[in-house]
């Protein structure tokens, strides 16, 4: 493995939310925006729950505005673009994450 480096993972994610947290406070210091992320997810999957709360924990730990919808899986198309649109129009959401199960394949 001559050239291999092994990189502490732990450790630098650890870095890397000490220097967003303290971006985001200078970003909220300077100007009064603080960072927003929305989640939308589609759905009750156990996998994709555990995935939202530790994006929106990890946000909020950083100072991010954090914001989640939950909609049914049969929710449509139509209602889906609507909550997104919603949130796109909210001035403290700047940027928004839809998680949704993958198409049954068949």
């Given at each position: 493995?001559g ?15 000490e220097?967003?947290?303290?971006d985001?406070a200078?970003?909220y ?5 603080r ?16 995935y939202?709360?530790n994006k ?6 950083c100072?991010?505005h954090?914001v989640?919808r939950?909609l049914?899986?049969?929710?449509s ?10 949130l796109?129009s ?6 928004i994450?839809?998680?949704?199960p993958?198409?049954?394949?068949g």
């Amino acid at each position: 493995m001559g050239n291999a480096k092994i990189i502490d993972g732990k450790a630098r994610a650890a870095e890397m939310s000490e220097s967003i947290t303290a971006d985001v406070a200078e970003l909220y210091r300077s100007t009064g925006i603080r960072p927003g992320l929305a989640v939308v997810i589609v759905g009750e999957d156990p996998a994709s729950q555990v995935y939202v709360r530790n994006k929106k924990r990890m946000a909020e730990s950083c100072g991010f505005h954090s914001v989640q919808r939950t909609l049914p899986a049969t929710v449509s198309q139509e209602d889906l673009l609507q909550e997104i649109s919603g949130l796109n129009s909210d001035p403290d959401v700047h940027g928004i994450l839809v998680i949704a199960p993958a198409p049954a394949s068949g």
